[in-house]
């Protein structure tokens, strides 16, 4: 069965202090990478899509990163509105469809001021 | 700024009552999702559509859950009759390409 573990659960962070979250997955034959943002009371924003071991994508203080087993979304010098829970996602390893996605169960940050 | 919209956005319904949930997928899009979120299984697929047709429904209870979509601006998902262990957030999604699913606001349900 397809596994998608985020870690740590849950990080604080001080407002300028750069850390990465981690989203390992187990699945065979990826055919891409999803990360999204979830802020509380809204729906995923999507922010990322990685394809292939190496691949690097950026948006703002965001940077994603993808090797053969892990992704990391690097933080730099977050700010308090980074404050969000993040998730993965993978597509199952089932058929030809992208479509069905297997979400990790997030990683809830918190910016302090 | 196109977006997907759901509604109601709260549901507070008692147990073995009907629920019809609703969406409006971005204008365009040809995929639809539903999801379900909880705190404890976290975001979970149910069914999904391409051009109106439902591809997969096999992360429904059939027995009680079902999902259509009546036209291309609307997709309902409908719960009868509603338990208590289907309190959860229900998200929709659209989409043209498998990666990127744009997601509505969420209809958050309570049964009682």
Not at chain 1, 7 to 28: D, F, H, K, M
Not at chain 1, 79 to 93: G, H, I, Q, R
Not at chain 2, 15 to 31: A, D, F, K, S, Y
Not at chain 2, 34 to 55: D, H, I, V
Request: aromatic content about 10%.
């Amino acid at each position: 069965e397809d596994q998608v573990t985020q870690s740590p659960e849950a990080l604080r962070l001080q407002e300028g202090e750069s850390s990465s979250l981690n989203c390992s997955y187990t699945v065979s034959g990826l055919r891409g990478l999803f990360w999204y943002r979830q802020d509380p009371g809204k729906g995923p924003e999507f922010l990322f899509t990685l394809y292939s071991a190496g691949e690097e994508k950026e948006k703002e203080r965001l940077k994603a990163t993808l090797t053969k087993k892990e992704s990391f979304l690097h933080i730099t010098a977050p700010k308090p509105e980074d404050s969000a829970t993040y998730l993965c996602a993978v597509p199952e390893n089932s058929g030809g469809s992208n479509y069905k996605l297997t979400f990790g169960k997030g990683t809830l940050l918190t910016v302090n001021p | 700024d196109a977006r997907v919209t759901q509604t109601p956005r709260d549901k507070v319904t008692e147990m073995g009552q009907e629920v019809t949930m609703r969406c409006q997928p971005i204008l365009g899009h040809n995929t639809v999702f539903w999801y379900r979120q909880t705190m404890m299984q976290g975001l979970e697929l149910l069914a999904y559509f391409r051009n109106r047709a439902p591809l997969d429904d096999s992360g429904m209870p059939k027995d009680r859950f079902s999902a259509e979509m009546p036209d291309a601006t609307l997709a309902t998902l409908k719960i009868q009759p509603s338990e208590p262990r289907d309190s959860a957030v229900y998200f929709c999604a659209s989409g043209l390409q498998a990666d990127t699913q744009y997601f509505g606001p969420g209809t958050r349900l309570t049964v009682l």
